[in-house]
């Protein structure tokens, strides 16, 4: 038997939804499509990072991404915008400045040499007296959260370490912090001219059904 067949035949006396799916006929094995559906959790960017624990395990994924700076730069001026006293703003304004806007800085975040410059001057010309202290990164910080959110905290939701914390958590903690309006995203899995899933799909292909059978349930 095919090993599709098998990982199908497993999986349906398991779930229900992945049942009906089986149930429609072999020509999902033998026709030119030979495509399968499953779904997975898309999680809120907003609220994953006002979470500490997916935050946390976020940040893990981009440590070993090497791609840490980003996040990094965000929660220093969550920071920075939480403090009231001006003076230890002003520090904390010039920190992140050392840390993450000069060029050739320890984290340096990638944005374009006009905003750079930009952002440099205003922070070295803060006082005391300055106003509008909390519109300083105002603009740096939706720039980069916007790269995050659509760049490595796509694939984040896609990687083995995501689907292990969803594991870990439960469905019902993860349902939360999916967006109310967002749907479910398709994946699809393909396989090879004999009807068979190609080597490399499988353990992807056993992950999402994992997750789909944990939504399946929470739902019953």
Do not use: W
Not at 96 to 112: F, M, P, Q, S, V
């Amino acid at each position: 038997m095919p090993i599709c067949l098998q990982i199908l035949i497993n999986v349906s006396t398991r779930c229900p939804l992945r049942a009906k799916i089986c149930a429609k006929g072999n020509s999902q094995f033998t026709t030119d499509q030979r495509t399968m559906t499953t779904h997975r959790f898309i999680l809120d960017f907003n609220k994953a990072r006002s979470t500490p624990e997916v935050q946390a395990n976020f940040h893990q994924y981009l440590v070993q991404s090497y791609n840490r700076e980003p996040l990094e730069f965000l929660i220093s001026v969550d920071e920075y915008n939480q403090e009231k006293d001006l003076k230890t703003r002003i520090e904390r304004a010039k920190q992140i400045a050392e840390t993450y806007i000069k060029d050739g800085c320890r984290l340096e975040i990638n944005i374009d040499g006009g905003s750079r410059k930009n952002l440099l001057g205003k922070i070295n010309s803060l006082n005391t007296e300055s106003e509008n202290l909390e519109l300083l990164f105002e603009e740096t910080y939706r720039i980069v959260g916007s790269e995050l959110k659509n760049d490595s905290f796509a694939r984040y939701l896609d990687s083995a370490m995501f689907y292990e914390f969803s594991q870990k958590k439960g469905a019902k903690y993860m349902t939360g912090l999916c967006s109310k309006d967002s749907k479910p995203a398709v994946q699809f899995s393909r396989f090879d001219e004999n009807g068979c899933i190609r080597d490399q799909d499988i353990t992807a292909l056993l992950s999402m059904v994992s997750l789909l059978c944990i939504v399946t349930n929470n739902k019953g």
